[in-house]
């Protein structure tokens, strides 16, 4: 249970990360070089990998993990509101 919770919180930080990149922030102009390599998509990777070792772990003896990576999914939920609207 805790892998497809984890998941669906995967599938929901994929979309708030990509309208933000979308969004044209002038606060992503501030980001270093390196981010804007590959039109910023080495951030997608970033959370790729984030969610990636959150489903092994859980897979592997580590189910309370879920309440980290929803934690970490409220905290992206909440930036990408801030920004998205905004408030930023």
Do not use: C, D
């Not at 270093?32 to 590959?38: E, R, T």
């Not at 189910?63 to 509101?81: F, G, T």
Request: glycine residues 10%; without cysteine.
């Amino acid at each position: 249970m805790a892998i497809v919770i984890i998941f669906f919180l995967g599938i929901g930080n994929f979309a708030l990360h990509k309208a933000v990149l979308e969004s044209g922030h002038p606060l992503l102009g501030q980001m270093p070089w390196f981010v804007h390599m590959l039109g910023g998509r080495i951030t997608m990777v970033t959370e790729f990998l984030v969610l990636l070792a959150a489903l092994l772990l859980a897979a592997n003896g580590w189910p309370a993990l879920v309440w980290a990576y929803a934690i970490y999914s409220v905290l992206n939920l909440v930036s990408a509101w801030l920004i998205l609207s905004g408030r930023l």
